[in-house]
C-alpha cells in the first residue's frame, strides 16, 4: 500500500514525515497506525527533546485517503473502527513528553488539521492552504478532533470551517489562533524552534503539559493536584538544581531530564 511514516532522529530531534506524495500526503489507514507507533517509539527513546512533524514534496497531508474509503469506512461498524485507528494516532502525539512541532506547508486538509491540532506548537508557510471537508463528503467531523479544534480556534471559527467546507488562506488561520505564520523556510523556522526548546527543561516542559492536558480535561481540583504533584518533581530534581548553580555561575544550564 502507497505512503509510509518516515521517523529520523539528530542531535535529540526527532521529524517525522508523512510520505504518500502521489496523493499530496493523505494519509492511508496503515499510515496512521504508523504514526501511532511512531511516536510510541519515539517516546520510549531517551533524551528525545522536541518532535517535528511535516509532509514531503511540498505538502502537509490532504487529510485521509478517500480512495480507501470504499473499503475502509464502508458501514457504521468500519467507520467507528478507522476514527478509532486516526484517533490512537492522535492521541499518542499528544501524550509525548517531549514538543512537537507541526511545520505546515502546502495542503493541510481534514485529517492533516487534526494532526496538527494535536501538536503543541503550530508553523505555517504562507501558501499553506486548510480545509475541513466533511460537510462535501456527508460525514461528521470526528469527535475527539473536534474538541482540539474548539479549544484552539473557538465554536464560532470551527462552524464557519465545517459548515462551509472553504479553503482557508495561511493568514486566516492565524486569525483564527491555529498556526503562526512564518517568513521564509517554514522547515527551517521548525528546525530553529526545536533547537531553542532543547535547551530548556525537560521536566518542566513535561510538566507544563501534564498540567494544561488536566486543566483542559478534569476539574480544577483534580488539575490543581497535577501541578501540586508536577512542581514537587520539578522542584526536587538535578536540573532544578543545576538551573540554579548555573545562574550563580552566570552560565548556560545543561538540563538532562533528570
Known amino acids: 500500500m502507497a505512503g509510509s511514516v518516515d521517523v529520523t532522529i539528530d542531535d535529540s530531534i526527532a521529524t517525522v514525515r508523512l510520505n504518500n506524495p502521489a496523493r499530496r500526503n493523505a494519509m492511508t489507514r496503515a499510515m496512521w497506525r504508523e504514526l501511532a507507533d511512531s511516536f510510541s517509539y519515539l517516546r520510549a527513546v531517551d533524551g528525545i527533546r522536541a518532535a517535528i512533524i511535516s509532509g514531503v514534496d511540498g505538502n502537509f497531508a490532504a487529510g485521509a485517503d478517500i480512495s480507501e474509503f470504499k473499503e475502509v469506512r464502508q ?89 462551509t467546507a472553504d479553503t482557508f488562506g495561511a493568514i486566516a488561520m492565524e486569525r483564527f489562533g491555529f498556526a503562526e505564520v512564518v517568513e521564509g523556510d517554514v522547515a527551517s523556522a521548525a528546525i530553529d524552534m526545536a533547537r531553542r526548546i532543547r535547551t530548556n527543561a525537560p521536566l518542566s516542559i513535561s510538566a507544563t503539559k501534564k498540567i494544561l492536558s488536566a ?44
Open 75 to 163: 458501514s457504521g461498524e468500519s467507520a467507528i473502527a478507522y476514527d478509532e485507528n486516526t484517533e490512537a494516532a492522535l492521541a499518542a502525539i499528544e501524550s509525548v513528553p517531549f514538543t512537537t512541532i507541526a511545520s505546515i506547508d502546502g495542503f493541510c486538509i481534514g485529517g492533516g488539521i487534526s494532526i496538527a491540532s494535536a501538536c503543541d506548537i503550530r508553523l505555517s508557510a504562507k501558501d499553506a492552504k486548510y480545509r475541513l471537508p466533511p460537510a462535501r463528503l456527508a460525514i461528521a467531523y470526528p469527535f475527539d478532533s473536534l474538541v482540539r479544534m474548539v479549544r484552539i480556534i473557538g465554536v464560532a471559527n470551527c462552524k464557519r470551517m465545517l459548515i
Open 215 to 258: 486543566f483542559e480535561g478534569q476539574t480544577l481540583e483534580s488539575a490543581r493536584a497535577v501541578a501540586s504533584r508536577e512542581r514537587e518533581v520539578t522542584l526536587s530534581s538535578n536540573d532544578y538544581a543545576e538551573a540554579l548553580a548555573a545562574f550563580i555561575d552566570k552560565r548556560d544550564p545543561e538540563f538532562r531530564g533528570d
